[in-house]
């Protein structure tokens, strides 16, 4: 594997597991939260800046910021779904969609949202003020993750059962289901599930990522014929995440490492782990701001990785 130089940039302060990153909303920022219920704003240059902007009260497993507002929402991890005004740093409301937590949201055509739970159902919102319109029963277990295709026509919903189902995002109809990875055949089982998808936005190509550790590309254009399997990492595959000109991808994982791939001739560039200063346990999530590859994990840090 090649060596490409990276200087990792620390963030600290979280007291718990950081497991969601999304953009801020302001040119240079990002947003984390953690199993602590804390959400805090960051600056990519200035580290020992951050400022909390939220307390759920709860863990956080999901961060999601609805297009053109300057909401954030939040899910929890017993269900809740709470709107925050950004800005103003206050709570507009809480809802209660759920009886397990909240892993994923998505936008949907028709100025809505989806969100995963971990009961098997996809509920769909408003974006105003997060009131749920619709629910979606698709597993008998978590939903774990979401992905829209670019041209806004597919919707996956990856679950523990290791099933990917395609959903048409407007009526959300299933028109394909993929057995993507190990069927779990009990609870206690660690080694099955699809824990994380991401469309190609250059190609008619769909990757998902299982606890097997397995990346899986499927033709989407081909009734998702299976293209490639990648054996990636050693555990869980939490994130998968293009880079904004689709020209590199990372994937973050339960193996303490982030390893980023040329999305052209999916060779893997770099790893970052524990070696190169990355994350002492598990990496949960992952964020491109711009060229910066932003990481977060179990060992309560944020990290920076610039090229």
């Not at 953690?34 to 400022?51: C, K, M, T």
């Not at 008998?140 to 295709?149: E, H, I, N, S």
């Not at 206690?188 to 606890?211: E, Q």
Request: proline letters at 7%.
């Amino acid at each position: 594997m090649p060596a490409v130089p990276m200087a990792p940039t620390l963030f600290t302060g979280h007291k718990a597991a950081v497991y969601a990153l999304v953009p801020g909303d302001a040119p240079g920022t990002f947003l984390s939260a953690d199993g602590s219920g804390a959400v805090v704003r960051w600056h990519l240059d200035r580290p020992d800046a951050g400022e909390l902007v939220m307390q759920a009260g709860e863990g956080i497993f999901s961060l999601h910021r609805p297009p053109a507002r300057n909401m954030l929402w939040a899910g929890t991890e017993h269900g809740r779904l709470i709107v925050a005004d950004l800005h103003a740093r206050r709570e507009v409301a809480t809802h209660h969609p759920h009886t397990k937590g909240i892993f994923a949201f998505a936008d949907l055509p028709g100025d809505r949202v989806a969100a995963a739970g971990g009961g098997g159902v996809l509920s769909v919102h408003a974006p105003a003020d997060g009131a749920t319109v619709r629910e979606v029963p698709l597993s008998d277990g978590k939903l774990r993750c979401l992905a829209m295709d670019p041209a806004g026509a597919a919707l996956a919903v990856g679950a523990n059962d290791g099933l990917v189902r395609v959903l048409e995002p407007v009526l959300l109809n299933e028109t394909a289901t993929i057995q993507a990875h190990p069927a779990a055949p009990g609870p206690a089982d660690r080694h099955t599930g699809c824990t994380a998808a991401a469309y190609h936005p250059r190609k008619p190509v769909l990757i998902t990522g299982g606890k097997d550790g397995h990346l899986r590309l499927w033709r989407t254009d081909d009734r998702h014929r299976l293209l490639l399997e990648l054996p990636a990492h050693q555990a869980a595959i939490y994130r998968i995440a293009f880079s904004p000109d689709g020209a590199r991808f990372a994937t973050a994982a339960r193996d303490k490492s982030c390893l980023i791939w040329d999305a052209a001739d999916l060779d893997p560039i770099v790893r970052l782990d524990r070696a190169a200063g990355g994350h002492a346990h598990s990496v949960n999530t992952a964020l491109w701001a711009g060229d910066v590859l932003v990481t977060a994990g179990d060992d309560r840090t944020v990290r920076a990785w610039r090229p």
